[in-house]
């Protein structure tokens, strides 16, 4: 609890060094505004420091920003989302941790504890990210998205697949908004850059048999690292390694939660198959692709032929019979 209100104190004086990003800022002004002690702000702004936050110190005169930062305050997310009667749910309510275990784990906590529908939780470091069979998810501090947004849909269990896809869709369609890379979709919760996987998606629910308590999209997104670690075996990038330089992890995280939004509605106004129909448009892995699928010590090959009404993968072996793929490790073959 201490750490949490430490978060929201860091995040107030960014904001506040922001919106008077021109001038210099007196420290007791500082202090004032934040309601604490004027000797703790020389070690505040030292842990902005550590954040990649460049601000310059005067003294006997305050703070001066030297640019604006790229850290994801809520106020900072909010004033770029829609605002007024009848706009977007997705981000109105935000949970910022500048490093936590995961935002999947975060947001479990407050779904439970009634989070209203577009609740998000994000996060400028992850120690224990977690992507899909438990895998591990690297989240380099302040270099990537790693948030979980906390859903409440009317659809039933058994349509839950269908989510992943949607997320998918949203990521790739803002990634290749902001950056112009062009982006591929694996099924069921890659997104590509070529052969390589720059975000991914980890959906959890929560459900009674008939219908869906709540459901954690958890996306991460290789932002702006500058190598990715070996034991990825080369299969990962980051969109500043494509491209060649970095972005704002804020425009990427904004325009998500805006696609996200556009895709959900659609959802739930014309159902899954909408969701289905455009990932089998715009994914290399949904038809006619020659893949290999591995889960525990099984492994399977074939040829992708679409997705059926819940979102689920059809393959067909060489023998020409079609399995239904529920889960499992999906590489070209």
């Not at 989302?81 to 275990?101: E, I, K, N």
């Not at 697949?161 to 982006?183: D, K, N, R, S, Y």
């Amino acid at each position: 609890m201490q750490e949490r209100q430490h978060d929201r104190h860091l995040d107030h004086l960014i904001d506040l060094l922001v919106e008077h990003a021109t001038v210099i800022v007196s420290g007791t002004k500082i202090a004032a505004e934040l309601r604490v002690p004027h000797s703790t702000l020389g070690e505040w702004m030292e842990r902005l420091r550590e954040w990649g936050v460049e601000v310059r110190g005067f003294p006997g005169s305050g703070y001066q920003l030297v640019k604006v930062p790229d850290v994801l305050t809520p106020r900072a997310i909010r004033r770029r989302l829609p605002a007024g009667p009848g706009t977007g749910t997705f981000g109105s309510r935000v949970y910022h941790f500048y490093s936590t275990d995961s935002t999947m784990n975060e947001a479990a906590r407050l779904a439970v504890a009634d989070a209203p529908e577009g609740t998000l939780v994000v996060a400028e470091e992850q120690t224990a990210g977690r992507g899909r069979f438990g895998r591990r998810w690297v989240s380099e501090r302040a270099s990537g998205l790693y948030f979980t947004l906390i859903l409440r849909p009317s659809l039933a269990p058994a349509a839950a697949p269908v989510l992943t896809l949607m997320a998918g869709l949203a990521v790739a369609e803002a990634i290749q908004e902001v950056t112009t890379l062009a982006t591929d979709l694996r099924w069921p919760n890659d997104v590509m850059i070529g052969e390589k996987k720059c975000a991914g998606i980890l959906v959890e629910m929560t459900a009674e048999p008939a219908r869906i308590s709540h459901v954690l999209v958890g996306i991460g997104i290789n932002v702006n690292q500058q190598r990715m670690p070996a034991d990825l075996g080369g299969e990962a990038t980051s969109l500043f390694l494509a491209a060649g330089r970095s972005f704002s992890r804020l425009e990427i995280l904004v325009l998500v939660l805006k696609r996200l939004e556009h895709y959900y509605n659609r959802l739930q106004e014309a159902g899954p198959q909408a969701i289905v129909a455009r990932f089998e448009d715009v994914s290399s892995y949904a038809r006619g692709k020659r893949v290999r699928i591995t889960e525990g010590s099984s492994m399977m090959e074939g040829v992708t032929d679409g997705l059926t009404a819940e979102g689920l993968l059809l393959v067909r072996r060489d023998d020409g019979q079609v399995e239904r793929i529920l889960s499992g490790r999906v590489r070209s073959a």
